[in-house]
């Protein structure tokens, strides 16, 4: 599933109106009715207004009808929902333009966007459901019950987990993106000028940068966090000139992807805070053939040092943000089940280290459809019924 934005201009006020009522009917019905959808939108052009805009909607696939129910009714599509997510960016003004996708992972789609001053931005649209969900769907009883939203709902818990990370994280004064705003499945954050540490080939000094990183990991525990995915995909290389010494370049870790972080409390918080470790060992091990002398650092050395020095606790920030235990319970389920199908597909790449294009495909430009302007076509009217109607702040 990639987005697609062609269809967004052509979009009327009222297609709007309706899109919004079958988001906000699927909420309590797998299968939204056509009537529901009528009552949720009250058109002024009555009932064939709706109709109208629902074979709109339903031609550009961002709702689909469904005849096997043994009602008439829609359901909402990813193409719906991307839409829904960026006609809210647009309306509150942090998106303007969508340009083409720089990354693609398992589990989102990295675009480039810009607001009306032509600043350039990221969007994450997060697809936890891309995958099919073996444990999550025999674990969890409420998948069974409501499996076609379930994607709507764990992409949508992993954007939220992730900008309240990113906040928290930013306002420690950590390395990260900053994050700017968040609608359903999707994150806004600033474009960060570094390539993924996955395509730099050497650095002048190896054992600093290891240094660098191991101390992020040590001062995120400090913080009561452990990354959970720190590897050479989700840590950018920032180069800066030393001003100091303009042949010196000064090499910035910056962390990115935090949907999957855990607590230093976590019942199985030692396991994920040594395969971190590991990583980064392993990584600079075989890239850059280095290995530090120092052993460690050790969980249980990391464990002390929680909350030390007044460090403020950022493993409750999550927490904060509304996300109730089993939230975060669900979304781990997924992110578990997605991380042990990339390693079932990973399997055969792991020694290709030097084929830094191998994932996804970025700056192949295969999917290009040139930069889309959707911020002079978004209405406020139909803003308006979200902000009303939609109370969950997303
Ligand atoms: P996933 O959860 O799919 O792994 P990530 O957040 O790790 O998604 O992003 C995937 C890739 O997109 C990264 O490896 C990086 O190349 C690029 N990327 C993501 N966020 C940014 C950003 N803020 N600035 C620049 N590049 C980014
Ligand atoms: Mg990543």
């Keep these: 599933m990639k987005l697609d934005t062609r269809a967004m201009r052509y979009l009327t006020p009222e297609d709007w109106r309706v899109l919004t009522a079958v988001e906000m009917g699927s909420k309590n019905h797998e299968i939204v009715p056509t009537p529901l959808i009528e009552k949720i939108a009250r058109l002024k052009g009555g009932a064939s207004g709706v109709h109208k805009s629902i074979s709109a909607l339903a031609k550009a696939g961002l709702i689909a009808r469904m005849k096997e129910a043994k009602y008439d009714g829609y359901r909402l599509g990813y193409g719906g929902l991307d839409y829904l997510a960026l006609h809210t960016h647009a309306a509150r003004k942090h998106v303007y333009s969508v340009g083409s996708r720089i990354g693609v992972g398992k589990e989102s789609d990295i675009m480039m966007v810009a607001d009306d001053k032509g600043t350039q931005k990221v969007l994450k649209i997060h697809r936890l459901g891309r995958i099919s969900f073996r444990t999550v769907k025999t674990n969890r009883d409420y998948l069974k019950n409501r499996q076609s939203a379930s994607w709507m709902y764990l992409s949508r818990l992993a954007a939220i987990k992730e900008y309240a990370f990113m906040q928290a994280l930013q306002e420690e004064g950590f390395p990260v993106p900053e994050p700017i705003a968040q609608s359903r499945h999707t994150i806004v954050m600033s474009l960060v000028d570094a390539l993924p540490m996955r395509q730099v080939s050497s650095v002048p000094d190896p054992a600093s940068l290891y240094a660098d990183l191991i101390g992020l990991i040590l001062r995120l525990a400090k913080h009561g966090l452990i990354h959970g995915d720190f590897?050479?995909?989700?840590?950018?290389?920032?180069?800066?000139?030393?001003?100091?010494?303009?042949?010196?370049?000064?090499?910035?870790?910056?962390?990115?992807?935090?949907?999957?972080?855990?607590?230093?409390?976590?019942?199985?918080?030692?396991?994920?805070?040594?395969?971190?470790?590991?990583?980064?060992?392993?990584?600079?091990?075989?890239?850059?053939?280095?290995?530090?002398?120092?052993?460690?650092?050790?969980?249980?050395?990391?464990?002390?040092?929680?909350?030390?020095?007044?460090?403020?606790?950022?493993?409750?920030?999550?927490?904060?943000?509304?996300?109730?235990?089993?939230?975060?319970?669900?979304?781990?389920?997924?992110?578990?089940?997605?991380?042990?199908?990339?390693?079932?597909?990973?399997?055969?790449?792991?020694?290709?280290?030097d084929d830094s294009e191998e994932e996804g495909d970025n700056g192949s430009g295969e999917d290009e459809q040139g930069e889309v302007v959707i911020g002079d076509h978004i209405s406020l009217e139909s803003e308006g019924l979200q902000k009303l109607t939609i109370s969950d702040g997303t």
């Design 231 to 353: 590897n050479e995909f989700n840590i950018l290389i920032r180069e800066d000139r030393d001003e100091r010494d303009p042949d010196n370049i000064i090499l910035t870790p910056i962390l990115i992807d935090f949907p999957q972080m855990v607590s230093m409390d976590h019942q199985n918080a030692e396991m994920y805070f040594d395969r971190d470790v590991e990583c980064i060992k392993r990584f600079f091990s075989r890239r850059f053939h280095f290995t530090s002398t120092t052993p460690g650092p050790f969980f249980k050395d990391a464990k002390k040092t929680v909350g030390r020095d007044g460090a403020r606790r950022l493993d409750a920030a999550v927490e904060a943000s509304g996300f109730t235990k089993k939230m975060v319970k669900d979304l781990e389920a997924a992110i578990r089940e997605q991380q042990a199908n990339c390693k079932e597909d990973a399997h055969d790449s792991d020694d290709s280290e």
